[in-house]
């Protein structure tokens, strides 16, 4: 399990019960690795750029809050996840709110590789909002990530895609189902119920903590077979110029919540709206 830094979670009076269910992040020295090695990638192939700046000054102190910067990624993903479980977890606990997790990739998403500046990542998160809002989510925390998907075999370039992860609150995953049924194309999606005893789990994934490329390969055997790998020194700098310009927080997206004091927090109206729906949705 990842070791808790002192004090630094110290608003959350629940942390220690909390960080007993952190599932296993990358540790701190693998995230500086990842951000010496996206660094190194910049530097011998992109142009300069005073964005890429700031990726070797962040620290502790002074965090650069980059949306591709490896050590900010992952101090907002454990704080996603405990954050996550100290609002939602006792909702579905105690009060036994119905909760669903799904994952789909966005239809006009699809970038062939050297297109990826097309992309408006901003656009992104209104899409999020926007289906979470058409889905009448009264709660849900969804994250954004960008992949490469390759072909090992193919002379074709590969394709970027944008996938979309969520946990939805006051939801049943036969709902969320419905919904996604009449909105994506079969195989580009999944939806199922969550417990809360996989909550730490779902929330982890809601962003990935490194660069993904999933590489296609046939097998001896004649079988198709798609392994996730890190994307290669060569295919960062394109994500990089992507994401790189943006901050954080448009890795994720917030429906029923917000940060408050380093923590989530239900908005008004939320926690009655949920208590409108549990008498139905009890299991
Ligand atoms: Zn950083």
Known sequence: MTAKPTGMWDFLPEIDALWSRLPALESRAES????????????????????WGKLGSCRN??????AICPVCVRRMRSSLILSGLACIDPLMKELQWEAAEFSVFLPDAHYRVGRLDRIDVSSIKAQLECLLELAGVPLGLVGANIMLFDKRSSRKQGVWKVQVSGVLVGVSASHIES???ALFAPRTWTAGPLRSLDLAEALGRL??????????????EGH?????????AAQIPEMALC?????????????GCRWHNGR?????????QLQNLAPTQIR
């Open 32 to 51: 500086h690795y990842r951000r010496r090695k996206l660094i190194d990638a910049l530097m011998y192939f992109a142009e300069p750029d005073p964005d």
């Open 61 to 66: 102190a002074s965090p650069c809050n980059s």
């Open 179 to 181: 919904k996604f049924q």
């Open 207 to 220: 962003i990935k903590p490194g660069l993904t490329r999933f590489v296609t390969c046939i097998n001896r």
């Open 224 to 232: 198709r077979r798609v392994r996730e790998r890190q994307l290669q």
């Open 243 to 255: 994401l790189g310009r943006y901050e954080l927080s448009v890795r994720y997206s917030l429906t």
């Open 264 to 272: 989530l927090e239900l908005m008004p109206g939320v926690q009655d």
